[in-house]
């Protein structure tokens, strides 16, 4: 009879007792699941404390194995969180006295450096940001970003108001001041990348010498190896960035913007964006190695003339007819005046005009849209390998893709690419290599390897279809295929999807078929660092989760933009029932704050991090003249199934979605789990399998849950959850 009330009262897996033997009073066992279930409740909320007290009195009244190891999951996990912690304390006072021993060597303009970061270590940074003595720094900070624009250093002022912007991330002042600058960095990079890597060198070494002073013990960072040692060919030329680009183009996309975006957009402010956009290419000093004619200042000035006139001349034109004209009357100045490519200016004239509606907003020119295809399609022509730039500049191999031409060609993590097509690659970037090693299906790329031992060899490698797997599982099992069980014992499956692309869902529905034929009982779906994508990938994640209801709803301010529209999941049952944490932090955005916050208004998911990006409009691409180019623009925005909108304007307090449980990293921490998660992502041969390969395996899977705090609490709460603890 007892052993019956035992089962009744007690959850699967909560209880060890066998069949008669005796066991305690009902009362009791219902007061044991009880605190079980406010134990659960307490760490929902953060606070393990109170859950290892309640914990401690459950096992007091009942004498039971899996709240024993309920306890010691507890402080496992506490042992983590007081280590993580206490780094967290000694990075913030090694933070603010690295800001007296700056300030003293008279770096007060890289001080604010210093002050960024123990801002991110600190307990409170609303508090910490209204501390006297941080507002004094943030104001000198302010005066010497001014001066340093005034100077043209422009790369201290851009890391200044960066720094700014870290500390006030709700002052859109700092937003605003930072993209200005930024247009100018990007015009330099793309028409003067000499003098901006002189502009880098002198301002990197600066920053090195600042940063031994603030920490004598570090190790130089080794200086970055020049453009000039790397084979010309590698550099882009301008010309070929603004090929394809016409007036027809930029005319139909202020048309398009006018006629579509969300709200009623302002044909004066976008037109003041656009002459902002010019008088930055003719003001920036650097362009005349490009644009020889900037030098003429008697051209330049009668130019800036022009567009004063034209300014105040356009005012008096319809809104319609505003942008229209402004765009010829600009090429005319220019025309007869310093006569800069045409194309030139139209570029610049859309990225300042469509700058002054939102950051997301903008054309994708021919020369882009390749790129730009990769990014959302998850798949391009190339030979499948994920590369890096190591600190001496050289290409290095971070894994092949599985069943891809690099891979069965024998290419290795750790291998050093050192020529592309018998062309000296040192130096050259990621971007850079990539655009040389990709190219069309069914022709070759010569790469010259050298292994971490020294050998070299030739391997030619025939390029073909792409497909980056966009779901991923804990670690990649020897030889290919991915491990999901970040803990086998539970059965307890890890999923990270990095992006959103067409494949997502049809990769997913593998992944959980997979998984639900192996029995699992939980999952942790990491969506951190996950920038979004295609719409509708991230419903069809939602539908495996959930087997009703809204999922999200789109609308915008304007009687113009299609009416709202809901997407809802059709009643299905895949995975309906499986307890479900996601991970978020400030870098997942888009798609992955539709599926987090779909999944936490339903309540199916326990959502554990920090507050995602904000990134709640809508794009809609519009296709430009001959259709090789396209315009990109905002015309709605993403609402919640609670009703709030995830998008985050300049003066938003609330946006994105807010997790049910707040761990909060420090940037140390997400490297360092970054480095050890890529570890686990490297794609090994079948034949390194061995004991060892297993001990170092097991090693970096402990290191990662040392190092990610959140990861680690993702888990301990599905662990409690599987014994019985309590309910998502």
Known sequence: MWSLVVAVFTSAGTTALAMGQATNPPAELAQVESLKAKAFEAARTGQFEVTSQLLTQAIELQSDPALETMSRWLEEHRVRQEKVGQQRSNEFEKSVSQIKLVKEAGHDAYAIDFLAAASLYATDRDAFAKEPWVREMIAEATAMAQAAEDAEQWLTARRIYGDLSAIEPTQPLWRTRLNDVSRRLRLLAVYAPKILD??????????????????????????????????????????????GVNAFMLRDAMEDARQAYWRTSDPTDMLTGAMQAIRAVVSTRGLETSFPQLQDEARVAEFRAALDELQNAIQQLSDRRKLDASITAVLEANRLTINLPPELMIAEFADGALSRLDPFSNVIWPYDLADFQKSTQGEFIGIGVQISQDDEGWLKVVTPFEGTPAYRAGVKPGDLITHINGKFARGVNTSQAVNHITGPRGTSVLLTIRSPEGESRDILIKRDLIKVPSVRGWSHQPGGGWDYYIDPESQIAYLRLTSFTKDTGEELNQSVARLASSNVKGIILDLRHNPGGVFQAATAVVDK???????????GERDLNPPPAVTAVPHRDDLPNIPLVVLVNQYSASASEIVAGALKDHRRALIVGERTFGKGSVQELFPLADRTAYLKLTTSHYYLPSGRCIHREEDSTVWGVEPDLIINMTPEQMREANRVRQSLDVLHDSAQEGETAVKEQDQLENQLLETDPQLSTALLMLRMRLAGAGVM
Do not use: C, H
């Not at 013990?217 to 060919?233: F, G, I, K």
């Open 198 to 243: 002189e502009m880098y060198d002198k301002e990197t070494d600066v920053i090195e010498a600042v940063r031994l002073i603030a920490d004598p013990e570090r190790n130089p960072t080794p200086r970055a190896v020049r453009n000039e040692e790397m084979d010309e060919s590698f550099k882009v030329d301008w010309r070929k960035t603004l090929e």
């Open 545 to 555: 989760f959930l087997s009703d209801g809204v999922i999200v709803s789109r609308r």
